[in-house]
């Protein structure tokens, strides 16, 4: 691997060192094992979902359960396995019963979701349900425009609705089984974004330089 990748691995292990200990929000008292995400460090898509459910706590892997099997169906819709994909979560420990993060939750974590971001510099990020569009497009609305690229910040982000929400509302199974097949040419649509993906590589080369300080 390169130095650049290296550096990205780095990070994301050491955020991986401080989220299992992370005491910044109330959802450190829920957690079994915190979820800070996988898949490789120079991943080209990201997909980013709300926070760790009770399989994910069990296991500290993100997405292994039920939501976490039709997500790799879908992956698997495009020829495409999670093994070349980054998998994240906008919270990194699982809230009680599941429910929703909280706005101080979310932004306590959003830290450690934007290092990761700047580590990987992934072109795509696909976000997976409101809370992680929300992180992206804070006025957006789900039902408007899942499915939609948007340049953010020279990214090509793409909301989707959650896979654990299509599994339990048949209506949204379809929506985002045609969402996903329209993924390879947004991608592809990715590559027109050369500059504002270099600006980004520049900004980690200038992290790396400020490190050696
Ligand atoms: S959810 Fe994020 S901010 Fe909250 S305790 Fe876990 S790692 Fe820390």
Redesign the pocket.
């Known amino acids: 691997m390169n130095p650049e990748g290296n550096l990205a691995q780095d990070t994301l292990k050491e955020v991986a060192k ?2 299992a200990v ?7 008292h829920s ?1 079994k094992l ?1 979820v ?1 995400g996988e898949g490789p460090a120079d991943a080209a898509i990201m997909f980013i979902g709300e ?1 760790p459910g009770f399989h994910e706590n069990e296991q500290g892997r993100p997405f292994v359960g039920a939501a976490g099997k039709f997500l790799e169906e879908l992956l698997a819709s495009i020829s495409m396995k999670r093994s070349q994909v980054y998998i994240g979560n906008v ?3 699982r809230p009680p019963s599941n429910r929703d ?1 909280l706005p101080e ?1 979310l932004l ?2 959003s ?2 979701l934007e290092r990761q971001i700047q580590a990987i510099n992934p072109r795509v990020i696909v976000t997976l349900g409101r809370y992680s569009m929300a992180h992206f497009l804070p006025n957006a609305k789900i039902s408007d425009v899942h499915g939609q690229s948007m340049n953010v910040k020279g990214r090509l982000v793409i909301p989707m609705y959650h896979p654990a929400a299509a599994l339990h509302q048949q209506s949204l199974k379809s929506t985002i089984q045609q969402d996903f097949l329209r993924l390879p040419e947004l991608i592809a649509k990715s590559a027109s974004l050369p500059e504002q993906v270099e600006a980004a590589t520049q900004e980690k080369k200038d992290a790396k330089q400020l490190s050696l300080f």
């Open positions: 401080e989220v992370c005491t910044r929000c109330a959802l450190h957690r915190a800070p926070g919270v990194k420990c993060p939750e306590a974590c830290g450690y």
